[in-house]
């Protein structure tokens, strides 16, 4: 089957650094775009950016360009998201998603979720 | 870029059919086909249930439906279940390699 398992949930204090794991199994993990998404409480989600795991080629939404780091290693089948210095408004669930090739632009659309990694920045 | 303006909530009873707007700009919604839609279940993941407007991905019932005109998409949910009872999202490409998701819909089973 194939899946995206993240790492568990976090509890961390502002300023702290945090990366959080996502990690691709049963597909070609370098072959397909990988996005982050963010669900603050309570809210929709927002699409923060995405990776090609085959050669690291990284973008980002505007709104978080700058606010946090996406990288992948893929001698693991292992994606990442990462701050250096979290704010409370951090708080919020984050889900990896793996871009469909279903479509034409194969980064347009996302057919496999993680099951989610609740972040909580609390002094 | 600004998220895609969807309606708070909608509801239907079983049976009935339900549509779900989204509605962009020409840089979005209206300037490609790449529209998708997600149902997602409060703790559980998102599912992919539409790519490129209105095709749908193996597995998903044909009971979902999506289409597009100028600047707004929609998600047609018909023969309403209560299984269907869930928060929808739409997402659409923005150029740029970027992608701009809905606010999302609640949708209720009455």
């Known amino acids: 089957e194939v899946q995206l398992v993240q790492s568990g949930a976090e509890m961390k204090k502002p300023g702290e650094s945090l990366k959080i794991s996502c990690k691709g199994s049963t597909y070609s993990f370098t072959n397909y775009w990988l996005g982050w998404v963010r669900q603050l409480p309570g809210k929709g989600l927002e699409w923060m950016g995405m990776i090609y795991p085959g050669d690291s080629d990284t973008r980002y939404s505007p709104s978080f360009e700058g606010q946090v780091t996406i990288s992948a290693d893929k001698s693991i089948s292992t994606a990442y998201l990462q701050w250096s210095s979290l704010k409370a408004s951090d708080t919020a669930m984050y889900y990896c998603?793996?871009?469909?090739?279903?479509?034409?632009?194969?980064?347009?659309?996302?057919?496999?979720w993680g099951q989610g990694t609740m972040v909580t920045v609390s002094s | 870029q600004s998220a895609l303006t969807q309606p708070p909530s909608a509801s239907g009873s079983p049976g009935q059919s339900v549509t779900i707007s989204c509605t962009g700009t020409s840089t979005d919604v209206g300037g490609y086909n790449y529209v998708s839609w997600y149902q997602h279940h409060p703790g559980k993941a998102p599912k992919f249930l539409i790519y490129e407007v209105n095709k749908r991905p193996p597995g998903v019932p044909d009971r979902f439906s999506g289409s597009k005109s100028g600047n707004t998409a929609s998600l047609t949910v018909s023969g309403l279940q209560a299984e269907d009872e869930a928060d929808y999202y739409c997402?659409?490409?923005?150029?740029?390699?970027?992608?701009?998701f809905g606010g999302g819909t609640k949708l209720t089973v009455l």
């Open positions: 997402c659409s490409y923005a150029g740029r390699n970027n992608l701009v």
């Open positions: 998603a793996r871009a469909s090739r279903l479509t034409a632009l194969g980064r347009d659309a996302l057919d496999i």
